[in-house]
């Protein structure tokens, strides 16, 4: 019989646990430092659990060496997570851009199955107990915690990233590896919101709307991403703004982010649109102008933002005004002040050097029979699934323990 401790009863954690228990040889223990395993989960999705994308590829994961990423990706890609979830009960439904969620639309489903899942004979859950030390001894290991020390053949590290710290987040597992041998890259706070300079986003807190956006540094394109986007009181929210939210936690103050608010309609188009309700109602204002192409309140800002006096009336615009408020429509900028911290952040970028883990294993390229998963590796993804679809594969593979 051999112990296997695994730290962190997280998406990864729980993971690998499930698939350590595949072999009856092996005995596991599972710390939790919170209450209960899977409570970031439960904050995933916005309380929906964006479980995995079925378009997971290469192209969607990010860190020093990216490609790290593919051996585990390759050995439970999304159709094995679903088939492993539906195997526990679980129903999903997919969504727009590859999107897979429970059909209950609640994460507390995902969590409770999972839960369920980990009540086997050869698993044990200790929750409220933290690994406050990791030592090598002999051929294992020594776990000290709260509640004693425990000894294991073999370690499985996933005590997750430093990304929201009010429901789980910590840096337990840089500290646990640091002795070991495992340094970190710097971490910043991904999938987070943008802090922008208020004048506009104010105005327009809680509007929502689909667009495309360019996160610029004066003249360079440092990232683009389409999707939803929402004001807020303080810049730019929502999946559009998470996607480019990693370049911009790196990039800070100085940046400007371009949004396009049509990207389907081309600018000459947005003009003969425009032209056309001059014509066909002359005697709207111009705070009228977008009215019925976007937002209400969306519209006016535009109209301001593009110069023109929204009492003007549409018969006394002339084309030059028409011209600015199609640029608007495709150009809004707002300048960049930074992004939200790690309380924020649904996930961090940056963590344990991947060149210290051997990808096709998990295992410690310095210490036999410790492995480590999950988002405490320096690997981090796009918004939509893609990041629990690493924490489901790495905390698999880490789980085969070599095998």
Request: glycine share 12%; charged share 20%.
């Amino acid at each position: 019989m051999k112990t296997v401790v695994i730290i962190g009863g997280g998406a990864s954690g729980m993971m690998a646990a499930l698939s350590a228990s595949q072999d009856p040889e092996n005995r596991i223990i599972l710390l939790e430092r919170q209450q209960r395993v899977g409570k970031k989960l439960l904050a995933t999705g916005n309380g929906r659990c964006n479980l995995t994308n079925v378009g997971a590829s290469a192209e969607n994961y990010h860190g020093e060496q990216p490609e790290f990423a593919l051996s585990a990706l390759s050995k439970l890609p999304p159709e094995k997570v679903l088939e492993l979830f539906r195997g526990l009960g679980l129903l999903t439904v997919t969504e727009y851009g590859g999107r897979v969620y429970p059909m209950s639309n609640s994460a507390n489903s995902v969590v409770d199955v999972l839960r369920f899942a980990l009540m086997r004979d050869n698993i044990e859950l200790k929750t409220s107990c933290p690994a406050r030390q990791l030592v090598k001894s002999g051929e294992g290991f020594t776990v000290i915690t709260d509640e004693g020390k425990v000894y294991a053949d073999y370690v499985i590290v996933a005590c997750g990233g430093a990304a929201g710290s009010k429901i789980g987040g910590v840096t337990d597992g840089y500290e646990l590896l640091k002795p070991l041998g495992h340094k970190r890259t710097a971490l910043r706070p991904s999938l987070v919101q943008l802090i922008t300079d208020p004048t506009y986003p104010r105005a327009l807190k809680g509007v929502r709307t689909q667009a495309a956006l360019c996160l610029k540094s004066g003249s360079e394109q440092l990232a683009s991403s389409r999707g939803e986007l929402q004001f807020t009181e303080t810049g730019l929210s929502g999946p559009a703004a998470f996607d480019i939210s990693r370049a911009a936690s790196f990039c800070g103050e100085g940046g400007t982010v371009q949004i396009d608010l049509l990207p389907e309609v081309s600018e000459e188009e947005i003009t003969r649109l425009l032209s056309a309700r001059c014509a066909a109602m002359p005697a709207l204002t111009a705070e009228e102008l977008l009215t019925g192409i976007v937002h209400n309140r969306l519209g006016k800002m535009i109209i301001k933002y593009a110069g023109v006096g929204a009492g003007i009336k549409l018969s006394e615009l002339y084309p030059d005004s028409l011209a600015a408020v199609a640029r608007a429509c495709k150009s809004f900028e707002i300048k960049l002040k930074g992004v939200e911290g790690f309380d924020c952040a649904q996930v961090t970028a940056g963590g344990i050097k991947t060149t210290g883990v051997n990808p096709d294993t998990m295992e410690s390229w310095f210490v036999p029979h410790l492995y480590i998963c999950g988002e405490l590796l320096d690997i981090d993804a796009d918004c939509g699934g893609y990041n629990l679809q690493w924490a489901w594969a790495s905390g698999y593979l880490a789980g085969r323990l070599g095998k």
